[in-house]
């Protein structure tokens, strides 16, 4: 029986290293600063870090670009969002920050990111359920996901 109980504990901390020796080895991303591009279709600016265009809401939902939601600060680091739209449908989502105060927290998010996205591109909205035993970093994820689709206008 203890015999099982090390086995277990090894097994589980070679998973850990192995998920942050992943994480560790992914390129990380910077988001550029603030800039405003104008359409040509004369609705307005996009700005806050967002590009892309936007039609007239009678028209239907014309949206397009990239759109990085604000930092979310949560008590084991900060996330953030980032969605990319075509003709007003998010079609990927990626998240350039996630919490990252210290190897479990890091571990909980890279298992929590790829379920927090497949949700996010099913609802095409900030209203997903959370990940269990990642609750903070759930929130943190809706949060930022909110702020990019608030900038999207969608």
């Known amino acids: 029986m203890r015999a099982r109980a090390v086995l277990?504990?090894?097994?589980?901390?070679?998973?850990?290293?192995?998920?942050g020796w992943q994480v560790g080895g992914q390129t990380v991303t910077t988001?550029?600063?603030?800039?405003?591009?104008?359409?040509?279709?004369?609705?307005?600016?996009?700005?806050?870090?967002?590009?892309?265009?936007?039609?007239?809401?009678a028209s239907?939902?014309?949206?397009?670009g990239t759109f990085l939601g604000a930092v979310a600060q949560t008590r084991y680091g900060p996330v953030q969002v980032r969605i990319v739209v075509s003709d007003?449908?998010?079609?990927?989502?990626?998240?350039?920050?996630?919490?990252?105060?210290?190897?479990?927290?890091v571990a909980i998010s890279?298992?929590?990111a790829?379920?927090?996205?497949q949700e996010a591109l099913q609802a095409q909205s900030a209203?997903?359920?959370?990940?269990?035993g990642a609750?903070?970093?759930?929130?943190?994820?809706t949060t930022s996901l909110q702020s990019a689709i608030d900038q999207a206008g969608l």
């Open 31 to 57: 988001a550029s600063p603030p800039t405003s591009t104008s359409d040509t279709s004369g609705s307005g600016t996009s700005g806050s870090g967002a590009s892309g265009t936007s039609g007239s809401a």
């Open 127 to 132: 209203q997903i359920q959370a990940v269990s």
């Open 88 to 105: 007003g449908t998010i079609t990927d989502v990626t998240a350039p920050q996630l919490t990252d105060a210290d190897g479990r927290s």
């Open 60 to 64: 239907g939902s014309t949206t397009s």
């Open 114 to 117: 790829p379920v927090l996205r």
């Open 135 to 141: 609750t903070f970093t759930s929130e943190g994820y």
């Open 110 to 112: 890279a298992q929590a």
């Open 8 to 19: 277990g504990g090894v097994l589980s901390s070679v998973a850990v290293l192995v998920i």
